[in-house]
């Protein structure tokens, strides 16, 4: 019988690309990732189940569960996962995810199915913080704690995106051919070192727009509310 993991206290404390203080994470593998919808698991046993929630404010945010089920995870041998269950109920969301040992290979065939040249960024993610002002190419908008906009950009088109204001951070990216998505805060806090690569050209001026984890920014995608 699979074995269900329910995680009620937080007690890992670790930094963030949303500005949480912290020491260092206790997971082990390298990535955690989101197994995509579309990648075949026949033949795949599950480990196991994990669930937990999030109060979405001081030490019990996304992020903290994340890392929760990342550390908890390695602890069962797992590396990736899929997401069963989202229940958002008042200011509360509760997860449950099915964890897998993936190898390299099969980690790489996952991640060749997500979306290529999307841009993703993110709001804040504790709900008490105020709204950030962003704009990409010419579109303003303001975007609240708990929500995302995504971009298509496409190869070879320069997107311009900018996080808290006309004089805040200023981040230019051209299209590649393949290039993975990309996941951005626009949070104005550091980020918490775990390896962040892309393909696309970059640059940056004013500040810098914060990188979100790879594969946290994946399950914030799958986990938040899109704005339109």
């Given amino acids: 019988m699979n074995k269900i993991v ?12 949303f500005g949480q203080n912290t020491s260092s ?3 082990h593998s390298k990535t955690f990732d ?3 919808e579309s990648f075949n698991l026949s033949g795949k046993t599950k480990i196991g189940n994990l669930s937990g929630n999030s109060a979405n404010t001081g030490n019990s945010t996304l992020s903290h569960l994340f890392h929760s089920f990342w550390n908890e995870a390695n602890k069962q041998g ?5 997401i069963d269950s989202i229940i958002h109920h008042e200011d509360n969301i509760s997860i449950e995810i099915s964890i897998y040992s993936l190898t390299e290979a099969e980690l790489k065939a996952n991640r060749d199915k997500y979306p290529r040249n999307k841009i993703y ?6 709900k008490r913080k105020a709204s950030e002002k962003i704009q990409i190419n010419d579109t303003n908008m303001d ?7 995504s971009y298509q950009n496409q190869v070879d088109e320069q997107t311009i995106v900018c996080v808290r204001g006309p004089r805040g951070a200023k981040m230019s990216v ?3 051919e393949g290039r993975q998505p990309m996941y951005l805060s626009a949070a104005d806090s550091g980020h918490n070192g775990i390896s ?11 500040g810098r727009v914060q990188p979100v984890d790879f594969d946290f920014g994946s399950f914030l995608v799958k986990v938040l509310p899109e704005k339109r």
Avoid: W
Wanted: aromatic residues 16%; glycine residues 8%; proline residues 4%.
């Fill in 143 to 149: 975007l609240k704690p708990l929500e995302y906009v």
């Fill in 121 to 126: 960024v993110f709001g804040n993610i504790d």
């Fill in 6 to 17: 329910t995680l009620l206290l937080f007690t890992l404390l670790f930094k963030s690309g």
């Fill in 25 to 27: 994470p206790q997971y």
């Fill in 196 to 206: 962040y690569t892309s393909n696309g050209s970059i640059s940056y001026n004013r």
């Fill in 78 to 82: 797992a590396n990736s996962f899929t």
């Fill in 34 to 36: 989101l197994i995509d």
């Fill in 174 to 176: 051209t299209g590649e």
